[in-house]
């Protein structure tokens, strides 16, 4: 069987009567507020992304955990905030995404916690550099349950790979990609679905075709083509792709950079989403980096009451109203990923 299909499938099997239902509810208010521009919102999220650490090991260009530029401390999610989640949500969550910013492997507790969601049924997906996957730690990774392993590989060859992965080792990324793959086979296990990310930048975009031969080599299950965020792209930047397909941005006329998507008053995120930080602080979505936007706290509320209490109802509401007002989502490309 074709290795995406399988990883379908193994998501549609996480999806309960429960969580089917609770879907239905939040797809059909969705369209309800788009409809009548009035937030109305039935049912839990169906996805959170979890971050297990801000802390990272490299200092990538255009990431807040690599320029080490946070305003928000520096932490690890602790087992109690992130149970307590789990907990509640558990019945109708279906995906969980162990990353917003930081290397998710630098939390001693990460494999645990993603054991723990595995044994509640949920489909469980993390981002990583690689670099820590050793023999160890790959078999704990495969044993954990983890569902999809996304690895960030941004050249093939270590002179373009660093020049985005500032302070990275790509020797250490091929290292750690085969050690999963072998345990995978040691372990007759079908997960993790491994996928190969590469982030499109002008210094990276000659070795395209590189990576899809390399990620063959080494038995990776696909292999996903990334857009690149810049935050300052008002006068052009270096890492602005060439190949039109794979920019967030298009020059203008008057030679300023403007970013391709309209902005239109809606968004399928605030609807089935959301993202809590190591600290527990909840969020509209992964572009808050420094939490802005906070719409309310796990160490003192439940997330239902979080949920639906007038802080996200007010910030659904502007959404509708006029998503242009909106800092973060100035910069908001939904669709960021071509696959190979």
């Known amino acids: 069987m074709n290795s995406n299909w399988r990883d379908g499938l193994n998501y549609a099997s996480k999806i309960t009567p429960r969580r089917f239902w609770n879907m239905v509810q939040l797809v059909s208010s969705y369209l309800v507020s ?27 260009p255009e990431c807040p955990s690599g320029l080490r530029n946070f305003t928000r401390p520096t932490g690890m999610l602790a087992d109690d ?5 789990i907990d509640e949500l558990a019945p109708k969550l279906s995906y969980l995404i162990f990353y917003f910013q930081g290397e998710p492997y630098l ?28 023999d160890k730690v790959a078999k704990k990774t495969v044993e954990s349950g983890l569902d999809r392993l996304i690895i960030s590989i941004d050249g093939t060859t270590q002179e ?15 290292e750690g990609t085969k050690n ?37 080599e080494l038995e990776v299950d696909e292999v ?4 690149a965020q810049i935050y300052d792209y008002e006068d052009g930047s270096e890492l602005i792709p060439t190949i039109e397909k794979y920019s967030r941005y298009k020059q203008l006329s008057s030679g300023k950079w403007a970013i391709k998507n309209r902005l239109v008053n809606h968004c399928w ?10 600290d527990g602080k909840v969020v509209p979505c992964c572009f808050d980096k420094d939490a802005h936007y906070q719409l309310g706290e796990m160490k003192k509320q439940t997330f239902e009451s979080i949920w639906r209490g007038e802080s996200y109802t007010r910030f659904r509401q502007s959404l509708i109203k006029s998503r242009s007002e909106i800092e973060m989502c100035k910069n908001c490309s939904e669709g960021t990923r071509v696959w190979a």
């Open 81 to 85: 905030i992130y149970k307590s989640v």
């Open 160 to 174: 373009t790979y660093e020049q985005y992965r500032v302070g990275g080792k790509l020797e250490k990324v091929i």
């Open 180 to 216: 999963v793959v072998r345990w995978k086979k040691e372990l007759n296990s079908k997960t993790p679905h491994i996928i190969f990310q590469y982030l499109v930048v002008k210094p990276n975009e000659h070795q395209l075709d590189d990576v899809k031969r390399l990620a063959n």
């Open 107 to 134: 939390n001693p507790s990460f494999l645990d916690q993603v054991k723990y969601a595995h044994s509640k049924k949920i489909y469980t997906a993390t981002s990583t550099n690689a670099h820590y996957l050793n």
């Open 269 to 278: 995120k605030m609807w089935h989403s959301c993202v809590i930080t190591w």
């Open 224 to 227: 996903a083509f990334k857009t």
């Open 34 to 60: 788009k409809a009548t521009k009035k937030p109305v919102h039935w049912g839990l999220p169906t996805s959170i992304s979890l971050e297990p650490t801000t802390s990272c090991n490299l200092r990538c």
